[in-house]
């Protein structure tokens, strides 16, 4: 109760997205409109290139159950250079699991003491794939926000109205609190994943059942009220189940989660009518035209190797 005072008491939090992804861009946005201090780390020579403002056609259904359409622009300002004493509060680490292993080398030596949410698919041991980070300092979690960056360079998103936040082998701590009250004052709710691992890991194999549908469909946006399109994309995630728990995850514990896979014919039903009829179902996937991104290929390659690994036949990812 005395940490939560003392954090509530701290009205501004330095926080620094790392780089300026779809992400990045939609949370640093929300974060600096709530009153905190918003960096973005780029790459030397990507501050020039990107500009000082991006352009945002975004919906946001942090208040409304369908959202709110918004188009503005959004200064993001940007360094190209981090130092252990630059006394950031947060650093959100929101990458490609593929790039998990280069950011958090790069990272670890300059963090001081600020706390690491890393917020995106991962598919190692959680605290192994961040390995360098110091477990401590680091909380995972994962976005309700999705889009692309058009050829205009519009940013096209969406963000629902909550995240999902955990600390792996940890009881929650100052940090997990710290990171629940940022997004709290921008106005989100979070919901605290007891065991984010299991969670993390069924995310992962959603995505590849999805990824891999997509490269059949053309897109992740043609599957677009496509009620067979993601049919199969569900049970080709129901038949990686086997292999979370081989890597030991207790389903029993994600049985929202799973609801999708175990009954695929009525979900997706649900979803092709809400991708076809909700512009906030719709957004996410309509920005997505490639379903060979270096992530999605990724995903793919990862969770093959681990199916053959386990020798779990997987005929649908397989074929």
């Not at 991104?293 to 969770?303: I, Q, Y």
């Given at each position: ?195 984010i691992r299991g969670w993390l890991w069924l995310h992962f194999i959603a995505d590849a059942g999805m990824f891999d549908q997509a490269i059949r469909s053309g897109s992740l946006a043609n599957m677009t009220g496509d009620r067979r399109a993601f049919r199969d994309a569900f049970l080709t995630t129901r038949e990686l189940l086997p292999v979370l728990e081989a890597r030991g995850v207790d389903l029993r514990l994600h049985r929202n989660a799973t609801l999708p896979f175990r009954l ?56």
């Open positions: 109760m005395e940490t939560s005072s003392i954090l509530r008491k701290r009205h501004q939090l330095r926080i620094l997205m790392f780089g300026r992804g779809v992400i990045a861009t939609l949370y640093g946005r929300v974060f600096q409109a709530a009153g905190h201090d918003v960096e973005f780390y780029v790459r030397p020579g990507r501050a020039a290139e990107y500009g000082d403002e991006v352009q945002l056609d975004w919906i946001d259904a942090r208040r409304k159950p369908f959202g709110r359409r918004v188009r503005e622009s959004f200064r993001t300002p940007f360094r190209e250079a981090l130092d252990p004493a630059d006394g950031f509060d947060l650093i959100v680490l929101s990458v490609g699991h593929h790039r998990l292993a280069e950011a958090t080398a790069f990272l670890a030596p300059r963090i001081g003491d600020a706390t690491v949410l890393v917020f995106g698919n991962v598919w190692e041991e959680p605290l192994t794939a961040v390995a360098p980070l110091p477990a401590e300092q680091v909380v995972f979690g994962f976005p309700g926000s999705g889009g692309g960056f058009g050829d205009d360079g519009v940013l096209s998103g969406a963000m629902l109205p909550s995240v999902i936040i955990g600390t792996p082998d940890v009881s929650p701590n100052r940090r997990e609190e710290e990171v629940l009250l940022a997004f709290r004052r921008a106005g989100l709710a979070v919901r605290r994943e007891k065991d695929p014919g009525l979900i997706a039903t649900a979803s092709a009518w809400a991708t076809r009829l909700i512009p906030m179902a719709s957004r996410s996937l309509a920005a997505h035209t490639d379903p060979h991104t270096p992530e999605a290929t990724a995903v793919l390659e990862d969770t093959l190797r681990e199916t053959r690994r386990l020798n779990i036949s997987t005929p649908r990812l397989e074929r």
